[in-house]
Nanobody
Framework: QVQLVESGGGLVQAGGSLRLSCAAS????????MGWFRQAPGKEREFVAA????????TYAESVKDRFTISRDGARNSVYLQMNSLEPEDTAVHYC????????????????WGQGTQVTVAS
């Protein structure tokens, strides 16, 4: 079993900040990539940010590139998403995911998913 648990979501005003955390537990596997996705009501799940576990290289959606930062902590087996300058358009359930394949940002390529944490940005 592999478990991903997100935390850190909440309600903030536009322009505010939140840091999401994703704690991974369970069996060890060949993990290539960790990512954050988000899904608003009635919308498809969309890519937000990803980090290559081995190298730490990062990839961001254009909409968040200058505002969000993804990072990982090997000792805690966790990945984080620092979100600054939040906008109402960022409102969504945010999911942490892990992929065994070196394919970035495609939801179907990810093998494990957390339960999600709600981010609501008020204007």
């Amino acid at each position: 079993q592999v478990q991903l648990v997100e935390s850190g979501g909440g309600l903030v005003q536009a322009g505010g900040s939140l840091r999401l955390s994703c704690a991974a537990s369970g069996r060890t596997f060949n993990r290539y990539d960790m990512g954050w996705f988000r899904q608003a009501p009635g919308k498809e799940r969309e890519f937000v940010a990803a980090i290559r576990w081995s190298s730490g290289s990062t990839t961001y959606a254009e909409s968040v590139k200058d505002r969000f930062t993804i990072s990982r902590d090997g000792a805690r087996n966790s990945v984080y998403l620092q979100m600054n300058s939040l906008e109402p358009e960022d409102t969504a359930v945010h999911y942490c995911a892990a992929s065994r394949r070196p394919i970035v940002g495609v939801p179907t390529a990810y093998d494990y998913w957390g339960q999600g944490t709600q981010v609501t940005v008020a204007s």
